[in-house]
């Protein structure tokens, strides 16, 4: 069974970021079943990389959308997506040192957190960018 199971609530209504929260998803479900069956150390560590690369891209994009439209919450919300990155760094540590028991507990707290923040704070900014949309159109004469 896969670690994490999309479901419609977790839309947060801006195409880009969803089409790369599915993709995460991927990449955690991946990583989460090589673990479970037992994938040498040296390939679940390439797919940690993996895992950071595309998750620091992901955050870039909304950090990106957050200082084009001058959101408020950018810091905090920024500061989360520091920890997160820190967290995968240090899993991909263990990975490639052998821990991978320790890797796979921690697995679940990545889980626990990516949900909690897409449905927190990634929402939130949805909110923002959504109700910006209508503005941003009328300005540029569409
Ligand atoms: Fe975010
Ligand atoms: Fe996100």
Excluded at 52 to 66: A, D, G, I, L
Excluded at 107 to 112: C, E, H, T
């Amino acid at each position: 069974m896969s670690l994490l199971r999309w479901k419609d609530e977790y839309l947060t209504g801006v195409e880009e970021i969803d089409e790369q929260h599915r993709r995460l998803f991927d990449l955690v479900n991946g990583i989460y079943d090589m673990m479970r069956h037992g994938r040498g150390q040296e390939a679940i560590t390439e797919a940690l990389s993996e895992l950071f690369e595309y998750t620091r891209f992901h955050f870039s994009v909304e950090e990106k959308f957050m200082a084009d439209t001058k959101y408020a919450g950018v810091s905090g919300h920024s500061e989360e997506h520091e920890r997160l990155l820190n967290q995968i760094r240090d899993l991909r540590c263990e990975a490639r040192d052998g821990r991978i028991v320790m890797s796979m507990n921690e697995m679940y707290f990545l889980k626990d957190w990516l949900l909690t923040h897409f449905q927190g704070p990634d929402k939130g900014l949805a909110v923002h960018l959504l109700n910006r949309a209508i503005p941003v159109i009328e300005s540029v004469g569409l």
